[in-house]
């Protein structure tokens, strides 16, 4: 296979419980494990939208100096802040998934009943200050209130 990077999670895993030699595994499958960094991420995000970082991180109510280096690379964001630029980029779910992924952080979980609100707000195309006020109604962590 030569596009290992394009082939499923779970084909991926597959392959892996059959494999009798985990560095040869590895090695092998090297592609697959390419991610691009976040930082190239949101900055590819903003190329294809014709958008500047100045305006996603005007509507994520960050910090504008701490906005700015994630997408200089400088920093790395918390799980919340990635659901703060998903909500200001106006990702649906799967692309919020993918974010938190690319950021190396837990993905959304339907059984936590605060993912389970997030879900729905991404599904919904909520904003992020009607998910923060869905969150608070329900005596839930608004997003950034918290690290997690």
Known sequence: MS????????ELLALLFK????????????SAYL?????????????????????VIR??????SYGHQLFTGKRNPSRDTVLQLAFAMKADLAQAQEMLRIARRSVLYPR?????VIIYCLHNHLSLEDTQSVLQDLGLPQLGGRET
């Open 19 to 30: 494999e009798r030699n985990l560095e040869a595994f590895l090695q092998r499958n090297e």
């Open 35 to 55: 991610m691009p960094s976040f930082s190239d991420y949101l900055n590819a995000w903003c190329r294809r939208n014709l958008a500047y970082p100045e305006q």
């Open 112 to 116: 936590i009943k605060r993912d389970a």
């Open 3 to 10: 596009d290992h990077h394009r082939i499923s999670t779970d």
């Open 59 to 64: 509507r994520t109510n960050l910090e504008k």
